[in-house]
């Protein structure tokens, strides 16, 4: 499966954004899905993920105010980000993995995922 990401920019504070991760080759419905963040130095860091069945998991430090989602017809995944803060700047990423059963604690760590996008680039000020 191929992905990429969109939706990246400039925010200030308290504003929100839309990411969208477009997948090709494949469909999502097959993988578990997330978004990841990672600045430069420091490790990937998953910050939201979803099942094949729809179930979600989030980070502590985004609960609340960011939400994923998936369109299967459009085979397209989603990251909604409001409330945005300056420790949300990251470089973002979606990743899939084929262990589709997996749970939150698992999912949230980058080397469960066999597929990455690019990223897209998230800067809040």
């Known amino acids: 499966v191929q992905l990429v990401e969109s939706g990246g920019g400039s925010v200030q504070a308290g504003g929100s954004l839309r990411l969208s991760c477009a997948a090709s080759?494949?469909?999502?419905?097959?993988?578990?899905v997330a978004w990841f963040r990672q600045i430069p130095g420091k490790e990937r860091e998953g910050v939201a993920g979803?099942?094949?069945?729809?179930?979600?998991g989030y980070a502590d430090s985004v609960k609340g105010r960011f939400t994923i989602s998936k369109d299967n017809t459009k085979n397209i995944l989603y990251l909604q980000m409001n409330n945005m803060k300056p420790e949300d700047t990251a470089m973002y990423y979606c990743?899939?993995?084929?262990?589709?059963?997996?749970?939150?604690?698992?999912?949230?760590?980058?080397?469960?995922?066999?597929?990455w996008g690019q990223g897209t680039q998230v800067t809040v000020s």
């Open positions: 990743g899939a993995a084929r262990r589709w059963w997996m749970g939150w604690v698992e999912a949230r760590l980058a080397n469960a995922y066999s597929y």
């Open positions: 979803i099942s094949r069945a729809g179930s979600t």
């Open positions: 080759g494949d469909t999502v419905s097959r993988y578990y």
